[in-house]
């Protein structure tokens, strides 16, 4: 049953929509943080299994090389992303938050489907890694538009003093989706022989998004636009282009620990952990399955702490510890370390970079003003995941070319000092209305 809503006229002539019922709201963040979920588990399964599909799609004699071109292929995902968030974020912008999700969690399952569904290097030779590179690509474009406009949607919805919360809530749903990944994968590993998980298992995540679409569709179908975008979305943006751009710039800036230190602590870690720290893969996914449930859990409480002490605090804070042990942790990793030793690290890391992340989605949102913050947020948060999206490959590049096991924690590191930056320069907006 529908909720009903008055439309009032303004001085301006503008429409707009009364307060909405507290159903509405509900109704709006559940299909928002749902069908985030089922997005993110789609895109997050190819790091999870990348051991696995450098077997299956490039074969060579050199196992560092199969496993730079299987991560080359996942940071093409995050190449797409830029031109994503330019169209489906300006589109967002100009139609409604709401067109533009249901577009992006249609894309992501197609491109999920079509790596589950293609045939291996074995079957169709030098086609089958384009076609995985292909299928990245489109996810890439569809996750460039996604986080934007959730991140706006949100926002958008809640009332003020609840962003913090509410955005913490979207960065559970992208964790949420990696911990579905994660543990099926885990699953997996753990029931399934080497052999069959290396013929077909793998296949089984990836098919799973055919089944997780019709949720999200229904989902955010029946739903309401948020009520900023309809009084104020038309609205000319108050910000020039250089003003603009440098909003772009700090907000890229805070999503960096978002993009690069949480893959760094999650979807690279198994791949790791297998490889340096000598972990077998089941531990090395459950430990990763549980750093997820973490940040699920984590998410809306540091966002919820940063609408009660203010989003600078928070990030400052988890920023400049990260800043100070990040690298020191990974040493440890790489003595090599028992299991429980790196489920204590992997934990401890993931801890940290939640405690900054937490605030992200609801200080970026707050950056822009409302014609203008699906195409900013979705563009800050895409630059940002080019980075982020090639850590795992540079993580090998410089353990290959260096010889240190420990150096990708220096790309934590950096992702910290570049936010650190960024929030050290920002006005606190925790209790600011949106304009």
């Not at 919360?165 to 399934?192: M, P, R």
């Not at 978002?258 to 893969?281: D, E, F, K, N, W």
């Not at 200080?363 to 090639?390: D, H, K, W």
């Not at 850590?391 to 240190?404: R, Y």
Request: hydrophobic share 55%.
């Amino acid at each position: 049953m529908s909720h009903p809503q008055s439309l009032d006229v303004n001085a301006a002539g503008h429409a707009s929509i009364s307060v909405p019922l507290a159903a509405q709201r509900r109704r709006a963040i559940t299909a928002g943080i749902i069908g985030n979920t089922l997005e993110w588990f789609d895109f997050g399964v190819y790091g999870f299994l990348a051991t696995i599909l450098a077997r299956q799609f490039f074969p060579a004699s050199d196992p560092y090389l199969g496993l730079l071109q299987t991560f080359g292929a996942f940071g093409a995902g995050f190449i797409a992303r830029p031109i994503g968030s330019v169209v489906l974020g300006r589109l967002g912008d100009l139609l409604g938050r709401k067109i533009v999700l249901l577009i992006t969690i249609l894309m992501m399952t197609i491109g999920t489907i079509a790596i589950g569904l293609v045939p291996n290097y074995a079957h169709i030779g030098v086609i089958a890694p384009w076609v995985l590179l292909l299928a990245r690509l489109f996810q890439g474009f569809a996750a460039g538009g996604e986080w934007g406009n959730a991140a706006a949607f949100l926002a958008e919805w809640s009332k003020t003093g609840k962003r913090g919360l509410y955005g913490g809530l979207l960065l559970a749903s992208v964790s949420g989706g990696l911990l579905l990944g994660s543990a099926l994968a885990a699953l997996l590993s753990s029931t399934l022989s080497a052999e069959h998980m290396l013929a077909w298992g793998w296949r089984i995540p990836f098919l799973t998004g055919a089944l997780l679409l019709p949720i999200g569709i229904y989902m955010r179908r029946n739903v309401e636009e948020s009520p900023v975008f309809h009084t104020q979305g038309h609205v000319a943006a108050r910000v020039t282009r250089s003003q603009f751009l440098g909003l772009l710039l700090r907000a890229s800036c805070l999503c960096l620990p978002l993009l690069m230190a949480s893959y760094m602590v999650t979807v690279y870690m198994p791949s790791y952990g297998q490889l340096y720290a000598h972990i077998p893969r089941a531990p090395a996914l459950w430990s990763n399955t549980l750093a997820l449930g973490l940040t699920v859990v984590g998410g809306p409480l540091v966002g919820w702490l940063s609408d009660r002490i203010g989003r600078r605090k928070t990030m400052l804070a988890s920023a400049s510890v990260l800043l100070v042990v990040a690298y020191p942790l990974y040493v440890w990793i790489a003595s090599p370390a028992s299991v429980p030793v790196f489920i204590a690290i992997q934990t401890s890391l993931t801890i940290l970079v939640v405690g900054f992340n937490g605030a992200v989605p609801a200080a970026v949102a707050e950056l822009f003003p409302t014609s203008v913050r699906s195409t900013g947020a979705a563009l800050a948060n895409a630059i940002a995941g080019v980075i982020g999206g090639f850590t795992p490959f540079m993580s090998t590049w410089l353990i290959k070319n260096t010889g240190v096991l420990a150096s990708p924690g220096l790309l934590v590191v950096i992702s910290a000092l570049a936010a650190w930056l960024a929030v050290i320069g920002m006005k606190e907006s925790a209790h600011v209305t949106l304009a």
